[in-house]
């Protein structure tokens, strides 16, 4: 039985959730073996498109492996997201979902500050009554990052 | 020994005076203003590449020294630069970071600039009859502007040297690359920090924190001997380091760049800097190249600019590569610069509000190894400028 809707939404918020976890084996096994993520944004300074972050699945999974040997931002970042809209095509099994996203930065003193704000463009398979991601473009509307993170968004 | 009375923690350090810098430097409000007038207004500031106005009448905005700039292309192909500033009443006369346009209409009452920065038009001149204001002689203040291999520089002084005196040779460690490659920036960023703005250049010239980065440590520290590393200092506080090299594949999940498409005259393995003074540097990776400017915005926040650059005319398989390459060193989301800005960071918490007295700078490994001998020509070219000693820049 395909996914339903329901069931798309919960993997877009559990998504969000294992990375505020920092649950990076959680967040590799909501996505498909084919998985593809990126992060882009538009540079109105370069007038051209721009890729921050390209991975396939192993790729990342590698990447997230490597985090806690980093010196990365101090305290937590937390996702709010919602989805907007979820295009289903049956006929081949998948759906174009996308959501808005923020993230906050909440520092170790307690502090919460606006990290980025933008939008998730997500190809989901609904092949199964459990979907996955088949890929993920992070793509940002805000872009300054601070110093930046290590963990994806 | 081991913990410190108060006594011990302020006295003046056993080291001779140039090996050690005062904590004031980065906190004190005075040496703040007057950086911006002894060096940010006299020095030539890398502003952007040419590959950003490519085409007559592209226009790039910025700012230098907290003065808005536009830098434009004009009809005859020329780069040049104006103040970004209606000689009417002082508004800022563009407002997007880049774009294409022949002529700019200040928004507010509507005279009109051409891209060679003289007043085309303004509504009703016969108002100014008699007044001496006029279209011929209201034209925008033009900054000095010179491009060296593509990239553009301008100076805030009418009277200060040639850019070529300026860089002093320090960009000819580029000199088998830059002459031969045409480039352009695929990768542009800019990020408010909250760190002095010398607390963020520190970390490119400051060889010893490779210990703070995880992908140093795997990939660059290993890969060649410490005595094969030469770091020049400048009489004008500019550094170069050569001599590094990197096995990529040392690092977890990474590939080795060995066969990947280098830029003219580098080896996959081949890393370079050059930090110019005061906080410009030039960075290639055999793959790639990052270009970054810091600003300050005040003693406690700095802007860092980011540029990457790959081949002009390359396939969309090595562009890809080269962003890859990019990104995974220097990208907000890579493994290197965000911990670099952790550091300003980590060092604005315990100089900013005066806590931290002073910063070590005595490493001497004779331009080899980790030697601060860069930190300190930095230092030296800072103190020449400020006219204040880099050890006891205030009088307290
Ligand atoms: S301030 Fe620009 S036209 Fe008046
Ligand atoms: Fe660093």
């Known amino acids: 039985m395909p996914a339903s809707n329901d069931a798309v939404r919960e993997l877009i918020y559990r998504s969000c959730r294992c990375l505020d976890l920092q649950d990076f084996d959680g967040y590799i096994a909501l996505c498909a073996p084919a998985f593809r993520y990126r992060i882009t944004l538009y540079s109105p300074e370069l007038r051209k498109e721009m890729i921050w972050l390209n991975h396939d699945r192993d790729g990342l999974t590698a990447l997230l492996a490597m985090v806690p040997r980093h010196l990365v931002r101090l305290g937590t970042l937390q996702r709010n997201a919602t989805v907007y809209t979820i295009d289903r095509n049956e006929a081949d099994s998948r759906a174009d979902v996308m959501s808005a996203f923020s993230v906050f930065n909440i520092d170790n003193e307690g502090r919460p500050s606006v990290f980025a704000v933008g939008h998730y463009h997500d190809t989901v398979d609904l092949s199964d009554d459990q979907p996955f991601l088949l890929s993920r473009n992070a793509r940002l509307a805000s872009r300054d990052l601070g110093i930046g993170s290590h963990i994806p968004i | ?396």
Not at chain 2, 182 to 208: C, G, M, P, S
Not at chain 2, 227 to 254: F, S
Not at chain 2, 310 to 339: A, C, Q
Request: charged letters at 30%; one cysteine or more.
């Open chain 2, 1 to 396: 020994m081991s913990s410190r009375s108060a006594e011990t923690w302020e006295q003046t350090p056993p080291l001779p005076e140039g090996h050690y810098v005062s904590g004031r430097v980065y906190n004190d409000e005075e040496i703040f203003s007057d950086e911006r007038e002894h060096i940010f207004k006299k020095i030539w500031h890398f502003v952007c590449h040419e590959s950003e106005v490519a085409e007559i009448f592209d226009f790039r905005t910025t700012e230098r020294a907290d003065v808005p700039l536009i830098v434009t292309r004009g009809e005859d192909g020329r780069i040049r630069t104006f103040i970004n500033v209606c000689s009417h009443r002082g508004a800022r006369v563009v407002m997007e970071p880049g774009g294409n346009a022949r002529t700019h209409t200040c928004f507010y009452h509507h005279w009109t600039y051409d891209t060679q920065g003289s007043c085309v038009s303004m509504p009703r001149p016969e108002g100014y009859d008699g007044t001496g204001v006029c279209k011929e002689n209201m034209g925008l203040r033009e900054v000095k502007t010179e491009v060296k291999w593509g990239f553009v520089f301008v100076n805030l002084d009418d009277e200060s040297p040639l850019l070529d005196e300026y860089l002093d040779g320090a960009l000819d460690i580029f000199d088998q690359v830059l002459p031969k490659a045409e480039l352009e920036v695929f990768h542009y960023h800019r990020a408010e920090i909250d760190a002095n703005w010398k607390a963020y250049q520190e970390t490119i010239v400051d060889l010893y924190h490779e210990f703070m980065h995880v992908i140093l440590r795997d990939t660059q520290m290993p890969a060649a001997s410490m005595d094969d590393r030469e770091m020049r200092t400048y009489a004008n506080g500019h550094v170069t380091i050569a001599g590094l090299k990197a096995d990529y594949d040392k690092y977890e999940g990474w590939t080795d760049r060995n066969d990947a498409s280098c830029f003219p005259g580098l080896d996959p393995d081949d890393a370079r800097f050059a930090p110019l003074f005061p906080a410009q540097t030039f960075i290639t990776r055999g793959t790639v190249m990052r270009v970054d400017t810091v600003q300050p915005i005040t003693a406690h926040k700095c802007l860092i600019e980011s540029r990457g650059l790959g081949l002009k005319g390359e396939s969309e398989e090595e562009r890809m590569m080269r962003i890859d390459h990019h990104n995974e060193y220097w990208g907000p989301f890579g493994r290197n610069v965000t911990e670099d800005a952790f550091a300003a960071e980590g060092c604005e918490f315990s100089f900013g509000k005066g806590a931290a007295l002073r910063g070590i700078i005595a490493r001497d490994e004779g331009g080899k190894g980790q030697c601060d001998s860069g930190l300190r020509g930095f230092w030296t070219e800072w103190s020449r400028r400020m006219g204040r000693p880099f050890s006891h820049p205030t009088n307290d």
